[in-house]
């Protein structure tokens, strides 16, 4: 990629409010969604950044899972240095992307009620179970979870056959000791 970059300085409060997707090695993550209520937004983040420096830890050639945990880790309020990208050049050709196909979830809640929806393949769970009035929280998840970016497991759901895929390494090192329908 030949890349023009910008570099910003923010800080921020926990809960932070975002999702970080991995970009692979050599290229740190980027900020994938900010939640607009969330305290990202309210620092001035915003999607398409790429995350270069967590507390002074360097994220540029770091691995995605040793990134989440110096965010899980490190207190509130966190010192994040990011890549603002104005202009991408690929200088390979894209891969064809899968079309999202539909497809129906069913979920039991925990009091018993029976909920149905439409969703795409590759939609966020956490996100279509909200959209969906499907609540992931219990009473301190409420309080205390993260926003999605997957480093507090407050939003933890049993599935009950593989339609989510094998688990990443980070999910099964975040899992570990919950069972593997989780």
Do not use: H
């Amino acid at each position: 990629f030949a890349k023009k970059l910008s570099g910003v300085s923010f800080s921020v409060e926990k809960p932070l409010g975002m999702v970080l997707e991995d970009l692979g090695k050599g290229i740190g993550c980027k900020i994938g969604q900010v939640n607009a209520d969330g305290n990202s937004a309210k620092g001035g983040l915003s999607a398409g950044m790429i995350i270069a420096e967590v507390n002074g830890f360097g994220c540029m050639e770091a691995q995605f899972d040793d990134i989440l945990d110096q965010i899980q880790q490190a207190a509130s309020p966190l010192s994040l240095k990011c890549l603002r990208v104005d202009e991408i050049e690929e200088k390979q050709p894209q891969t064809q992307q899968t079309k999202a196909e539909t497809v129906t979830v069913s979920v039991l809640t925990p009091e018993g009620e029976s909920v149905e929806f439409e969703a795409n393949t590759g939609d966020v769970l956490r996100e279509v179970l909200l959209e969906n009035n499907v609540d992931v929280y219990d009473w301190y998840g409420k309080g205390m979870n993260c926003g999605g970016s997957g480093t507090c497991l407050t939003c933890l759901v049993e599935l009950d056959d593989d339609g989510c895929g094998q688990r990443t390494e980070y999910e099964n090192k975040r899992l570990k000791n919950k069972p593997a329908n989780w």
